[in-house]
């Protein structure tokens, strides 16, 4: 996926990722999982984003290139990995929640190997995490919304909003997750 694919409107990008596959290269050996579950986090005023309060250390990759990754630790024992998203200075980006063979967006990143030497990395070949179009095509039909998880403390309005969307079980089903 170019850039150009990160750099349009947040929430088609979003759901445009479900059926993607996530790629991790370590030596010879790539890993292969097709993205099933994401989760939004998007602009200045969203009080789940880590983006809500300013620019800051932890969260600088959020204002950063479209198509980067977003790397950071929580609970002192997790990753969570996350693709920026949309126009540069305007910080928004994916959490990866969901894939074929893998629930959760820590087994994720514990499974792939994944760490903060991604954190502001290109989704690129190069860095040895990708993410690939293999030819999956999602209708709309087939993709479900939802609340995001454990944002709560982002008040009654953030904490609603139907931000996380994953392919319907029957769509998995058919092609034999």
């Not at 170019?2 to 890993?31: A, P, W």
């Not at 990866?96 to 792939?112: E, Q």
């Not at 998880?149 to 609603?160: K, L, N, P, T």
Request: hydrophobic share 35%; aromatic share 12%.
């Amino acid at each position: 996926m170019n850039r150009k694919f990160f750099n349009r409107q947040t929430l088609k990008i979003t759901k445009d990722l479900l059926g993607k596959f996530l790629v991790r290269r370590i030596g010879k050996k790539e890993s292969v999982l097709m993205i099933t579950e994401v989760e939004l986090y998007g602009g200045f005023s969203d009080k789940a984003s880590h983006a809500s309060r300013g620019k800051t250390e932890r969260n600088k990759a959020m204002f950063g290139k479209a198509g980067n990754w977003y790397v950071y630790f929580t609970y002192g024992i997790h990753w969570m990995l996350n693709v920026v998203i949309g126009p540069e200075n305007y910080p928004a980006a994916v959490l990866i929640r969901g894939t074929d063979k893998i629930s959760g967006p820590a087994r994720i990143t514990k499974y792939l190997k994944i760490d903060k030497k991604f954190n502001d990395k290109p989704t690129d070949k190069k860095t040895g995490l990708w993410i690939e179009d293999r030819g999956i095509k999602i209708k709309s039909s087939e993709i479900k919304s939802a609340k995001r998880i454990g944002v709560d403390f982002a008040g009654r309005y953030w904490s609603r909003r139907k931000w996380r969307f994953y392919i319907c079980e029957k769509f998995l089903e058919s092609v034999g997750k």
